[in-house]
């Protein structure tokens, strides 16, 4: 029995261990199955990951360029007023402290060393601000702009420029037909001293001239900023604002009040024809004119003292009525290509650029005038010679040689070429298609165009090919292509600006507004007593003609841009960048600048038939010599001339008292005399 016993017992351990065993066995089976499914689930988790991680990084790559517009512009203020912080932070000394410490004892600002001669006030002044440099703010708009009542659009920070860029955009632009507000909008000039001291912080306009004013005795009772909004043509700013009417009644006040002094008018780039279509306006007859009678100019004012006018026009106007761009915008797209003609505002920058700034009608008083009679044709043109190096030694007083000049057969009268080769080949040689009788039509069949459109979107490939295959465009030809490339614009423009020289001034015709900021279809005022200064910089490479090619077309772009390409045979040429330069102030040429002075005007002419007394003054660029002195003391450039301290001077001894014959009469460093004799016109 016991062995009996035993063998159960023996059998039941076996049996147990076998149970064990398969427990085992199906343990590890478990195991291996559980495994098998935590890897699978690991490696789900894995690709989950990487998937999500993959989503990221596409994210990161679609980092749009609105992105990277709004961190690079806030980068760029975040520095700006951060700077501005320490600057206000320093004592008032140390900027001055550390600049004599480096450079030397500065010498006097104008205003208190004229103090010291015995200069005071006496003939109040009004100041006439150019184009883009004048507050904007706004009085009514669309829901996007809420909470902006009476705040800068234009002008000061510009934070609404990347705060919202779309609506500022919006807010800015003008209707497209009239040129006047869009429904819903209102934008206006700011009003005071304030509307144009400064563009920006820290970037003065006027600021410094007021403040030397200041100086010999000037208070905000003498003197007056006579703000406009610069968007919109001159005798709109009458219709809508009354702006000429106030210029006008603000002049005899200042007058009444001061003595019975006549007024001396400070304007400044656009500012000088819009002050131009003033005098013919303040003489005409209600409800066209100001009534003022033809010897209002004789009573009111003493000297009209012109800083960088552009009276025959800028060939800068035409790059960016053209293009929308200039040389900066040209090198700048082409140092990032495409960048500029990427998703921003979520449209193309430029072409949002220039449906913005087409509706603003007063661009068109800067398009070039007098036409080949001034500006030269395919085969001549007044500057014709001129070199940069041969400035740079003029300006030296070094004899020249042949060989220094470098001179080289620059077709100025050429403003627009489609290719080197056609710039400076013989005009025999070039074959020119009429681009007046071709077939426009739209270039795509959809419609995603409407919101960025800039009139190309209406001209179809044909049209596009036809501009380019007219090759050249001299200044009478200029009008042409921007009546065929932008039609609705030009009516626009037409109905009040006009560019052409008129055959007879006694043409019933030319009393019309359209005529009146044109100097070669205009008469001077009968004023005999009243001087009118050009005071503009000289020593500056300044852009006047261009070479063009056919950019990439596709749906909504501009079909056309400066070939950058496009460069000089050396260092001297005055080829860069695709653009021709000449002597200036950076925007205005010489011959815009100084011709009415140097010979439209001088003595008397049928522009002039009374004999007004006109002077130029050059003023030659002279850089700051390190970063402390800021935009410098003598620049020439057409801005920073406002901080020139030569022409301060000129200008508070003209305020003061002084006529031109006290001033020595012209100033002069570039060839304008030269130049002008080489222009005939009918005087």
Not at 650 to 677: M, N, P
Request: charge should be negative.
């Amino acid at each position: 029995m016991s062995s009996v016993r035993r063998r159960r017992g023996s059998e039941a351990q076996s049996k147990e261990i076998q149970a064990e065993e398969n427990n085992k066995e199906e343990e590890e089976e478990e195991e291996k199955e559980h495994g098998e499914d935590d890897n699978d689930k690991n490696k789900k988790k894995k690709k989950m990951k990487d998937e999500k991680s993959k989503e990221k990084q596409e994210k990161k790559r679609k980092w749009s360029c609105i992105d990277s517009c709004c961190w690079f512009v806030g980068c760029i203020c975040t520095v700006w007023w951060l700077m501005l912080f320490l600057y206000k932070l320093m004592p008032a000394s140390l900027p001055q402290y550390v600049t004599e410490a480096i450079t030397g004892p500065l010498p006097d600002p104008p205003g208190v060393k004229l103090k010291k001669e015995g200069l005071t006030a006496k003939h109040p002044v009004v100041f006439v601000p150019g184009i883009v440099t004048g507050g904007l703010e706004l009085w009514e708009g669309h829901q996007c702009a809420e909470g902006l009542f009476r705040k800068r659009l234009w002008g000061g920070t510009f934070g609404e420029v990347y705060k919202r860029p779309s609506c500022w955009a919006e807010h800015m632009s003008l209707d497209n037909e009239t040129g006047l507000d869009p429904p819903g909008i209102r934008v206006r000039p700011v009003s005071g001293l304030v509307a144009a001291d400064y563009f920006a912080p820290g970037y003065f306009v006027w600021a410094v001239l007021i403040a030397n004013l200041a100086h010999i005795g000037y208070e905000e009772k003498s003197m007056y900023m006579a703000a406009y909004d610069w968007r919109i043509s001159f005798q709109n700013t009458e219709v809508r604002d009354r702006a000429l009417s106030r210029i006008k009644s603000n002049i005899e006040l200042m007058v009444a009040t001061n003595g019975g002094n006549k007024a001396v008018i400070l304007p400044h780039s656009m500012g000088v024809l819009y002050f131009l279509h003033f005098m013919k306006w303040v003489e005409a007859p209600a409800p066209m004119g100001g009534g003022g009678g033809s010897d209002w100019c004789s009573k009111y004012i003493k000297a009209v003292v012109n800083i960088g006018g552009p009276f025959l026009g800028v060939p800068k106007a035409i790059a960016g009525l053209f293009s929308a761009e200039a040389r900066d915008i040209a090198v700048a797209r082409a140092l990032a290509p495409g960048f500029l003609d990427n998703d921003l505002f979520r449209l193309q920058t430029l072409q949002h650029v220039m449906r913005m700034t087409r509706t603003w009608d007063s661009t068109m008083s800067m398009i070039p005038r007098g036409g080949e009679t001034i500006w030269g044709g395919l085969d001549w043109s007044p500057e014709e010679g001129y070199t940069p190096s041969e400035r740079k030694q003029n300006s030296n007083n070094t004899q020249l040689t042949g060989q220094e000049t470098n001179k080289t057969n620059v077709n100025y009268g050429r403003m627009i070429s489609f290719g080197r080769d056609v710039a400076e080949a013989p005009s025999t040689e070039i074959e020119m298609t009429d681009f007046r009788g071709a077939i426009k039509g739209h270039s795509v069949a959809n419609t995603s165009c409407r919101d960025v459109w800039t009139e190309y979107h209406d001209m179809g490939v044909e049209g596009v090919r036809a501009v380019a295959e007219h090759k050249v465009y001299t200044a009478s030809s200029i009008i042409d292509l921007l009546q065929f490339v932008a039609p609705k614009m030009m009516a626009r423009g037409s109905a009040h600006f006009s560019y052409g020289i008129a055959d007879n001034l006694d043409d019933p015709k030319y009393q019309h507004y359209k005529y009146w900021s044109n100097p070669l279809e205009t008469k001077l005022p009968n004023a005999p007593d009243m001087e009118i200064f050009s005071m503009y910089g000289v020593g500056l490479p300044t852009e006047r003609a261009y070479i063009y090619k056919l950019s990439p077309y596709a749906e909504c772009y501009i079909p056309f841009e400066i070939d950058t390409t496009a460069e000089g045979p050396d260092e001297d040429s005055c080829l860069k960048g695709g653009v021709y330069t000449v002597d200036g102030d950076e925007t205005v040429p010489v011959l815009s600048t100084g011709f009415m002075c140097a010979k439209g005007w001088r003595g008397k002419t049928r522009f002039n038939p009374f004999g007004i007394k006109t002077y130029i003054r050059e003023y030659e660029h002279s850089p700051p010599a390190n970063f402390l002195e800021g935009r410098g003391t003598q620049s020439g450039a057409h801005v920073d001339i406002m901080g020139n301290f030569a022409l301060i001077e000129d200008v508070i001894r003209v305020a003061a008292g002084a006529k031109g014959e006290d001033l020595r009469g012209d100033q002069v460093y570039s060839d304008i005399f030269k130049w002008s004799e080489k222009i005939k016109l009918r005087l």
